[in-house]
């Protein structure tokens, strides 16, 4: 029982682990992107 329980947290929390890296990769694009458009409208 004990052994289901920690495989469980472990799989939840590699799950945790890879949201937020989907999360701040998604900052970074937004970032590049709102960059890239402020670069445009400097022209």
């Keep these: 029982m004990t ?6 947290a472990l799989v939840a ?3 945790a ?3 937020c890296n989907t999360v701040s990769g998604a900052g970074d ?6 960059q890239e458009t402020k670069d445009a409208i400097n022209k």
């Design 17 to 19: 682990v890879s949201a």
């Design 29 to 34: 694009d937004l970032k590049s992107a709102s």
């Design 3 to 8: 052994r289901k329980i920690i495989a469980v």
């Design 13 to 15: 929390a590699a799950f």
